[in-house]
């Protein structure tokens, strides 16, 4: 009898250690599958804004991924510059705006406008997020060191490192002459971005 | 301790064979086999679109009105990266179904954007030179109804003569061959 009770024990801890290891096989390669961390529902605005609309954008160079650095300064009375901070790399939202927005190239062409990716990210990481995203055709900037500088010059660096999930459009005089800080948890509709860059040529 | 081996493995395969089972409807939550959730759709302006839905009139339509046997459904988003990627094989996947006569009527395709805007989905449609008709999904009712897949995903349904849509076939992700991914929907739908 106590001989029959330990087999039974034996196999129903075996079946439980078959299940556990399994189930992790499986959320492991679910998260792989993506390599995309969920982040989970995050506040959605967690900074307080420094610069409003018919402000000067405050001027920064940045390296970029190419390995060059890429300055403000260099648009100005050339091309009207749209900048979209991301928050992270490899976290939901983040990696699907961008990859949206590098196939609305001519949007941004019709309009005159370059676009600027910003993440508070280091380009070694920068390089691994983007790099699976295909060619890029805009610049993509990292704000890591001094941590989140440009981030916090715009207002819109959040008290865990990362930046907001913002856009600011600034005309060829260097004024901003739109401001998006979104909400973290969703991706503003290419509709308002259109919108603001019409709003340009008037 | 023949027999002791013998209850391991035989309770290994049922937690292997249950666990699988649970697997597959996490990845598919459109089930083959399942009635397709009524999906309502803008009748599109474009006449070549609508035509080739057989659709007349303005508003809304069903699915079910779409004039064919079997529509397949690509679930997409002009955001994600793996749909861009996936595009060229399903223009490619669309073109071998016109093609072929004895399918052509029979099958049709239309992609739905979740979360995308009319312009975004305008977008995508001209990136890729799309020849079917896209619809936009903005407030994710259609992916909520289809049960939030990932993107891209392809429902294949056959239009029962009641209405209903009854769902033979559902691929998470792309497919490698057009042409083996045809053949197995028409094995599947039986056309």
């Known amino acids: ?144 060191w001094p941590h989140g500088a440009v981030a916090d010059q715009y207002g819109i660096l959040r008290s865990d490192g990362t930046s907001e999930r913002a856009l600011f459009v600034i005309d060829k005089k260097g004024i901003i002459r739109y401001i998006d800080i979104h909400d973290i948890n969703k991706r503003p509709p290419l509709d308002d971005l259109v919108r603001e860059l019409e709003r340009l040529k008037k | 301790m023949m027999t002791r081996t013998m209850i391991f493995f035989a309770a290994l395969a049922v937690c292997l064979f249950a666990l699988n089972g649970a697997r597959v409807a996490a990845e598919n939550p459109t089930i083959t086999g399942a009635v397709l959730a009524p999906i309502k759709l803008l009748v599109p302006q474009d006449p070549t679109a609508k035509n080739y839905l057989g659709l007349t009139g303005e508003g809304s339509f069903a699915i079910s009105q779409i004039k064919a046997q079997v529509v397949i459904i690509e679930i997409f988003n002009m955001y994600c990266n793996n749909c861009q990627r996936e595009a060229p094989r399903v223009n490619e996947l669309y073109r071998l179904m016109n093609k072929d006569p004895k399918l052509k009527g029979k099958i049709k395709m239309i992609g739905i954007g979740v979360g995308n805007t009319p312009l975004e989905v305008e977008v995508f449609k001209k990136t890729y030179k799309v020849a079917f008709p896209l619809f936009p999904d903005a407030d994710y009712t259609i992916h909520k109804a289809c049960g939030e897949v990932r993107t891209p995903y392809f429902i294949g349904v056959k239009i029962k003569a009641d209405g209903s849509l009854n769902v033979f076939l559902t691929k998470e992700g792309g497919f490698k061959n057009p042409a083996q991914f045809l053949k197995q929907i028409v094995t599947s739908s039986g056309l």
């Open chain 1, 1 to 144: 009898m106590v001989k029959r009770k330990r087999i039974y024990c034996e196999v129903v801890m075996g079946a439980i250690a078959v299940v556990c290891l399994v189930a992790m096989a499986y959320g492991g390669s679910a998260t792989l599958k993506e390599n995309v961390y969920d982040v989970g529902a995050l506040k959605p605005i967690d900074s307080v804004p420094k610069l409003k609309v018919g402000d000067k954008a405050p001027v920064f160079t940045l390296p970029a991924v190419s390995g060059k650095t890429v300055s403000l300064a260099r648009y100005r009375g050339k091309k009207n510059v749209v900048i979209s901070f991301v928050p992270a790399a490899w976290t939901p939202v983040c990696s699907e705006q961008w990859p949206g927005y590098n196939i609305a190239k001519p949007i941004f062409d019709q309009y005159d406008a370059q676009l600027i990716g910003i993440t508070v990210d280091n380009i070694p990481t920068l390089y691994a997020w983007t790099h699976q995203m295909g060619q890029l055709w805009f610049p993509a900037l990292s704000d890591f």
